[in-house]
């Protein structure tokens, strides 16, 4: 299922300003990746290169490559629509679909694309929900309105969604920034068991929640105000924090700025 | 350094209009007796600002009221008649009483819809096409557009539209002829509610559908038209608000007749606002006059039962808490 992501020399243009320069990882699969980096470094930005959501962003392009596996993701025959079913996407602030329910928020990637089985939707509903450690929680009211929810409910109910159209890699985007630590130790818990089968990056403020959840973190940041973001590292999660080979990594994870 | 100074920004703060804070701080009985002054002054403001307010709700209400009891103490008793909602004006001269006015009800419920229909996948589309899709000069001039047709007097609409309509095809004057110039009126209403309804729509649930692979369109379709439902049908039911009581394009492209005409096509055409302009001609005679403000109430009825409906259908369409 998990897939490997190599990008190699990515740049990100909003229209003619340059957010993010020269940027080449690899993203190992069934493993967790973080992003870390100050505020306005390009990491989100980055992030929605590799599903192709920065795209939709009027003026939003891309120079450079980002292959998953042996598929190139920007290769003129590449449909952004398949890169998305394959690469999904959680958002900062959780987003259900306010006119459906519980289920049909789960069934919605689904349903959308045209799959109308209901014993097939109700056994991927019930897969995904377990999946996000909601379905206990959930599976008595399963016809109530996905926004009646918690919000850290509504975020498990957001990861559901995006796993149950079966993608092989899930991005996160700041998942727990707008969550309680009860509902962050939920969502963290949730990405240590998905990666066993998915391919997971995350991106976040939170140095402990990268030290916590990651196998390996990329450092990002600004060379100045005003210039691109780049990749300043990438290593082992425990390397990055403990022995860092960048003098601006060390000093971002000590707390000496940012 | 530059950050250290930043910092004392805030307390440095001279407020104005009072030379007694000495420069760099104050104490604190300074801060007290600036906070109850403005306090009291305050409170004032707050009465006058109620007082205002409340004058201004009660003058908008006075002719809302007025029309309402005028219209219901004159044409309530004709709405009570055997004929009413039954009959027509067939063989009923100005100086008879009574009469059916079901002809007129069912020629404008008729003749609306069928505005309604085309306008209404008109307006909605091109609100589509202004908020999801249209970049640069295309959908600049069609928003222009757009803005300048809701500008144009209904009378305008009806004489272009006689113009095309009878004057270049030679063809008759008709319901469908009034339809026409209806459009014209409509489409610009209905293209500005649905706009404004999908810019509320959150642009993260369209991004929640493109991240779940879900095509553009369908994303449209079934996430962002869904949501914004409820307050679509409200700007529908407007705008057939507004050309409902039109009269204008009646007037000049379709004639009245007292009797049913259900051919929208052919003919003349009977209406709510033409019966009320019929009846206003001999409006000297009780009889007619009864019979204008009779209609003229059933017609206000027709709009109210219309905007009831909407607020029914955008209830069960609305999004669930």
């Known amino acids: ?258 | 350094m530059t950050a250290a100074t930043d910092r004392r920004l805030p307390d440095d703060r001279v407020v104005p209009g009072d030379p007694s804070t000495p420069p760099g701080g104050r104490s604190s009985g300074d801060v007290l007796s600036e906070m109850n002054h403005p306090h009291r002054a305050r409170a004032v403001k707050d009465v006058v600002a109620r007082i205002v307010m409340w004058a201004a709700f009660a003058l908008a209400m006075v002719p809302l009221v007025w029309i309402l009891g005028t219209v219901i103490a004159k044409g309530a008793h004709m709405l009570t008649t055997s004929t009413w909602w039954t009959g027509n004006q067939r063989n009923i001269n100005s100086d008879d009483f009574g009469g059916g006015a079901r002809h007129a009800i069912e020629g404008t419920l008729q003749m609306v819809g069928f505005t309604a229909l085309i306008a209404v996948p008109i307006g909605i589309l091109t609100a589509v096409y202004l908020v999801e899709y249209g970049r640069g000069p295309l959908a600049r001039t069609i928003s222009f557009t757009v803005d300048i047709l809701s500008g144009v007097p209904s009378i305008v609409a009806a004489l272009f539209i006689y113009a095309v309509w009878v004057t270049t095809f030679g063809l008759e004057r008709s319901g469908f002829a009034a339809s026409l110039a209806l459009v014209l009126l409509m489409i610009p209403v209905v293209v500005r509610s649905t706009e404004e309804m999908l810019k509320l729509v959150p642009n993260e649930l369209r991004e929640a559908a493109y991240a779940l692979g879900v095509p553009k369109w369908v994303t449209v379709v079934k996430v962002v038209l869904r949501t914004a439902f409820s307050g679509i049908v409200t700007g529908v039911l407007l705008g057939i608000a507004r050309v409902m009581g039109e009269t204008a394009p009646l007037l000049i492209l379709a004639p009245y007749t007292k009797n049913f005409q259900r051919d929208l096509f052919h003919g003349n055409f009977p209406t709510l606002p033409m019966m009320i302009n019929q009846d206003r001609g001999d409006f000297a005679l009780a009889t007619a006059a009864e019979r204008m403000w009779g209609a003229a109430l059933t017609l206000i009825i027709l709009v109210l039962l219309l905007n009831l409906i909407g607020r029914v259908i955008a209830h069960f369409g609305s999004v669930k808490k």
């Open chain 1, 1 to 258: 299922m998990a897939k490997r992501i190599d990008v190699s020399d990515l740049n990100v243009y909003y229209g003619s300003f340059k957010a993010v320069e020269g940027v080449s990882m690899t993203v190992e699969p069934r493993s967790v990746t973080a992003f870390i980096g100050p505020s306005g470094c390009g990491k989100s930005t980055f992030l929605r290169t590799l599903n192709r959501m920065h795209e939709v962003i009027p003026g939003g392009r891309v120079e450079g490559k980002v292959m998953l596996d042996d598929q190139d993701l920007y290769a003129s025959s590449m449909d952004p629509v398949t890169v998305r079913r394959t690469v999904g996407m959680v958002f900062q602030r959780p987003n259900p679909f306010p006119t459906m329910s519980i289920y049909d928020n789960v069934a919605a990637g689904l349903r959308l694309n045209g799959v109308k089985n209901k014993k097939t939707l109700d056994g991927i509903v019930e897969q995904s929900l377990h999946g996000a450690n909601l379905w206990n929680e959930v599976k008595d009211r399963l016809n109530k309105p996905g926004a009646g929810l918690s919000g850290g409910q509504q975020q498990r109910l957001c990861i559901a969604r995006a796993i149950a159209v079966q993608p092989q890699v899930l991005l996160m985007d700041e998942p727990c920034s707008a969550l309680d630590p009860i509902s962050t130790l939920a969502i963290e818990d949730l990405v240590n068991e998905l990666k066993s089968e998915f391919t997971i990056v995350i991106v976040t403020h939170n140095m402990q929640q990268a030290a916590r959840v990651s196998d390996r973190t990329a450092f990002f940041n600004l060379k100045a105000t005003g210039e691109p973001g780049r990749l300043v590292e990438i290593g082992d999660t425990t390397r990055i924090f403990n022995n860092p080979s960048e003098r601006a990594t060390e000093d971002y994870i000590s707390g000496r700025f940012g």
